[in-house]
């Protein structure tokens, strides 16, 4: 698939690095790119970054109250009961996790949206919650949704393998109403709609006012920040005074030039042409990333030669995980005793240690990307809120690929040195667990203490 020298492995594989390579200069590059890219998502110009107002502000810290929230977030769908004290502390008395079925994702919308009327059914049965009582609900749903208020939003249009009918254009707050109505649940009042990126800042500036960017690297990968009302020239509103978080939508970031592999990725997608950076930065992606490689390894018998079944094995799409990645990179036994517990695990049995040293390696090649690119995201944004990084930025990040992907932080503020240097210290990442379904309870607080419900003429 890349052109490369005749010859050994050491070849190919410096061939590969350099096709994968993000280097301190294309990185100012994206940069400037991302700030374009933002500055005519604002002003309502045709950009990659749709730049979707939220209709809500960063909370203050002292909002109180107990929610239902729910996580709709691209592999599992979470039930969360959230308690606020009104001094930045969050409790989870109670969750629950549900993986979505296939059919689901990619069945009709009603049938979707059924499947999670029944989860929160199940939870409210499970953690014996009062029915004669209202709770309020604030739903977390991490696709790119056109808000309209803190409590209405469309679908633009589905991302991250899910393509159920009959959502796209419509308003999810209503689908969910009206599944819930359909089952009977007459105890759920919902009161906002969030992104998880938001949930995700809401939770980190609930208890960290420093924290000014909330981001995601799960499944997908996105980020929101608080932007000036001022800025905003697309949103129509008198009052311009204040700040409102913008979910920047970030995957579909389309300036960052895709390889041979992500071009072959792109193709079998549920859309192609669409989130670039989500296929090169995410987990959903970047274990199939790291598979086409190895396929053109295997092609190329540069790796596992004369092992049929591992190449058959890893002929199937979706194979190799970003999972599995993970577990790879994180193998720091001499003899890769991991690595050949994993291929064992699949059949792949009598593998040398040089082929092990190349696959652990070119999984390196290919999430070392997708850590260079996310780190990037996060500094255009950074230096969009503060150019000459005078304040101290806390980013919020939620999601397993960040979680548990070994070196992928550090990797990302790697990047912040380069950059940087001595200021990069004022940029600290962290771990926001659960944020996205934490912190939309923040939300629907922010909203329950807000008098103001813009919307959109
Ligand atoms: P979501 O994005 O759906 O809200 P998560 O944040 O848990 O949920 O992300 C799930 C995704 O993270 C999985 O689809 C997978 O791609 C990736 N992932 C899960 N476990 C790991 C891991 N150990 N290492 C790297 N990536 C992982
Ligand atoms: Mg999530």
């Given at each position: 698939m890349i052109s490369a020298p005749p010859g050994d492995g050491e070849d190919f594989f410096s061939s590969l690095e350099k096709v994968f390579s993000i280097s301190e200069n294309d990185i100012r590059v994206m940069i400037e790119d991302f700030h374009v890219e933002m500055g005519k998502g604002l002003f309502g110009d045709k950009s990659s970054l749709k730049m979707i107002p939220s209709f809500i502000d960063k909370p203050k810290g002292n909002e109180k109250g107990e929610f239902v929230a729910l996580d709709l977030g691209g592999t599992n769908f979470r039930v969360l009961t959230v308690i606020l004290d009104g001094k930045g502390n969050v409790t989870v008395p109670a969750a629950s996790e549900f993986a979505i079925p296939r059919k689901h994702m990619r069945g009709t919308g009603v049938s979707l949206f059924d499947f999670i009327a029944g989860c929160v059914d199940t939870f409210l049965t499970e953690n014996h919650i009062d029915r004669n009582k209202t709770h309020d609900?604030?739903?977390?749903?991490?696709?790119?949704?056109?808000?309209?208020?803190?409590?209405?939003?469309?679908?633009?249009?589905?991302?991250?393998?899910?393509?159920?009918?009959?959502?796209?254009?419509?308003?999810?707050?209503?689908?969910?109403?009206?599944?819930?109505?359909?089952?009977?649940?007459?105890?759920?009042?919902?009161?906002?709609?969030?992104?998880?990126?938001?949930?995700?800042?809401?939770?980190?500036?609930?208890?960290?006012?420093?924290?000014?960017?909330?981001?995601?690297?799960?499944?997908?990968?996105?980020?929101?920040?608080?932007?000036?009302?001022?800025?905003?020239?697309?949103?129509?509103?008198?009052?311009?005074?204040?700040?409102?978080?913008?979910?920047?939508?970030?995957?579909?970031?389309?300036?960052?030039?895709?390889?041979?592999?992500?071009?072959?990725?792109?193709?079998?997608?549920?859309?192609?042409?669409?989130?670039?950076?989500?296929?090169?930065?995410?987990?959903?992606?970047?274990?199939?990333?790291?598979?086409?490689?190895?396929?053109?390894?295997?092609?190329?018998?540069?790796?596992?030669?004369?092992?049929?079944?591992?190449?058959?094995?890893?002929?199937?799409?979706?194979?190799?995980?970003?999972?599995?990645?993970?577990?790879?990179?994180?193998?720091?036994?001499?003899r890769l005793e991991g690595v050949t517990l994993f291929l064992e695990r699949n059949g792949i049995l009598n593998i040398s240690l040089r082929d092990k040293t190349q696959f652990k390696r070119l999984c390196g090649i290919v999430s070392s990307r997708a850590a260079r690119l996310g780190a990037a995201a996060i500094s255009a944004v950074l230096t969009w809120m503060d150019p000459n990084l005078k304040d101290r930025h806390t980013v919020g990040i939620d999601g397993s690929l960040f979680e548990k992907h070994p070196g992928f932080s550090t990797k990302m503020t790697d990047v912040f040195k380069e950059l940087y240097g001595q200021k990069s210290e004022k940029i600290a990442l962290v771990h926001s667990k659960d944020g996205s379904g934490r912190g939309a309870a923040v939300i629907a607080a922010v909203a329950a203490s807000s008098e103001r419900n813009t919307k959109i003429n």
């Amino acid at each position: 698939m890349i052109s490369a020298p005749p010859g050994d492995g050491e070849d190919f594989f410096s061939s590969l690095e350099k096709v994968f390579s993000i280097s301190e200069n294309d990185i100012r590059v994206m940069i400037e790119d991302f700030h374009v890219e933002m500055g005519k998502g604002l002003f309502g110009d045709k950009s990659s970054l749709k730049m979707i107002p939220s209709f809500i502000d960063k909370p203050k810290g002292n909002e109180k109250g107990e929610f239902v929230a729910l996580d709709l977030g691209g592999t599992n769908f979470r039930v969360l009961t959230v308690i606020l004290d009104g001094k930045g502390n969050v409790t989870v008395p109670a969750a629950s996790e549900f993986a979505i079925p296939r059919k689901h994702m990619r069945g009709t919308g009603v049938s979707l949206f059924d499947f999670i009327a029944g989860c929160v059914d199940t939870f409210l049965t499970e953690n014996h919650i009062d029915r004669n009582k209202t709770h309020d609900l604030a739903f977390t749903f991490s696709f790119p949704v056109e808000q309209t208020s803190i409590a209405a939003g469309k679908l633009i249009a589905w991302t991250k393998g899910f393509t159920a009918t009959g959502v796209q254009g419509r308003d999810v707050m209503v689908l969910l109403n009206e599944a819930l109505k359909r089952i009977d649940i007459r105890c759920i009042h919902i009161t906002a709609l969030v992104n998880d990126t938001v949930g995700t800042l809401a939770a980190g500036s609930y208890s960290d006012p420093a924290c000014d960017l909330g981001v995601i690297m799960g499944t997908g990968t996105n980020a929101c920040y608080r932007e000036a009302l001022s800025n905003m020239e697309k949103l129509n509103v008198a009052d311009r005074n204040g700040h409102m978080i913008v979910n920047i939508e970030w995957g579909n970031f389309d300036k960052v030039k895709p390889n041979a592999y992500d071009r072959s990725l792109d193709k079998t997608s549920v859309n192609p042409g669409a989130m670039y950076l989500e296929k090169m930065v995410s987990g959903m992606y970047l274990g199939e990333i790291a598979r086409l490689v190895l396929m053109d390894l295997i092609g190329r018998e540069l790796i596992l030669v004369n092992k049929p079944h591992a190449a058959q094995y890893f002929q199937e799409r979706g194979s190799f995980k970003t999972e599995d990645m993970s577990l790879i990179e994180g193998d720091k036994t001499g003899r890769l005793e991991g690595v050949t517990l994993f291929l064992e695990r699949n059949g792949i049995l009598n593998i040398s240690l040089r082929d092990k040293t190349q696959f652990k390696r070119l999984c390196g090649i290919v999430s070392s990307r997708a850590a260079r690119l996310g780190a990037a995201a996060i500094s255009a944004v950074l230096t969009w809120m503060d150019p000459n990084l005078k304040d101290r930025h806390t980013v919020g990040i939620d999601g397993s690929l960040f979680e548990k992907h070994p070196g992928f932080s550090t990797k990302m503020t790697d990047v912040f040195k380069e950059l940087y240097g001595q200021k990069s210290e004022k940029i600290a990442l962290v771990h926001s667990k659960d944020g996205s379904g934490r912190g939309a309870a923040v939300i629907a607080a922010v909203a329950a203490s807000s008098e103001r419900n813009t919307k959109i003429n």
